[in-house]
């Protein structure tokens, strides 16, 4: 799939095709529902398929005092598309020029112009332009001036009839239900990010972890102990056991996810491995001493193995 950042060139090739148009954060059941249908159309009339997606989220604009709510970082929204089949994705830059570009703009000089689109898909709740002026109404009427043909695709809903939305999903995960939020988005929650030496204390009780630093933009599932599965660098996908949190029992407090992988003894620092939270196991806590410490250590590597069976 080839990624167009910000204002580079869309190749020739890829001009002419049909677009799926979202923020696409968490890359969830309805936004695969948007993308399928895009990438439907493409197959079925022989054109490109492509994503439009912004970075940053618009919300980080209107709203920068908001807390983190990223369900996905850019790259592994990208990865997800690129999966799904895609021969190109579009990522613009949400910034206050691009919030200020009137409706018809974005129409006739990004997808008609740039892009060169024939055809788009978005959801029924999409707006664009300044303002927010635009629908999907003002798509089709303005579309049609450049031949440019748009389709919407109504919201998906799970089986008691709820919309699924990524709104949804973070609340699934801050409640540390991670089932359902593996539910609504086809997939488990997962976390990206560099393993970084620790203060090795885990070595010391014979549970040694791999620490990864939570991105600033990462939504915060609740805080405790997951059972997860990790993909490494190399494709691997293991299963381990991970404190999502501060670590009450250490001082300072500090933010850390930190992975024990199952029967494994390789060195991960400095790779990118994704953590996935399949199951939430307990909360944090404060224990006793190192050693009520070890015990609760192993009981969760037990529960963790047996969660992921």
Known sequence: MKRIMGDGPLPDALRGGVAA????????????????????????????ALAITFDPHPARLFRPQSPPFALTMTEQKLDLLEAFGLDAAVV??????????????FV????AGRLGLTGTVTGEDFTFGHGASGDTATLLELGSAHGLIPETV??????????????????????GHCREAT????????????VEHGDKRGRTIDVPTANVAIDAEYVRPAY??????????DGRVVE??????????FTPPKELLEVHVFDFAEDLYGQSIETQLIAHLRPEMKLASLDVLK???????????AALL
């Open 21 to 48: 148009i979202g923020n696409f954060d968490g890359f969830h059941v309805g936004h695969q529902a948007v993308v399928g249908r895009a990438l439907e159309r493409a197959r079925t009339e022989g054109l490109p």
């Open 92 to 105: 613009l830059r949400f910034d206050a020029a691009f919030a200020a570009l009137p409706a018809d703009e």
């Open 108 to 111: 006739s000089g990004i997808l």
């Open 154 to 175: 109504a919201p998906v809903r799970d089986e008691g009839a709820a919309i699924i939305s990524s709104t949804r999903v973070r609340a699934a995960l801050q409640a």
């Open 183 to 194: 539910a609504l988005m086809g997939r488990p929650f997962a976390i990206r990010g560099i």
């Open 224 to 233: 405790g102990i997951y059972a997860v599965r990790c993909r490494l660098e």
């Open 240 to 249: 381990g056991v991970a404190n999502l949190g501060i670590r009450p029992m």
């Open 295 to 305: 015990a609760q250590i192993a009981k969760d590597i037990v529960d963790a193995r």
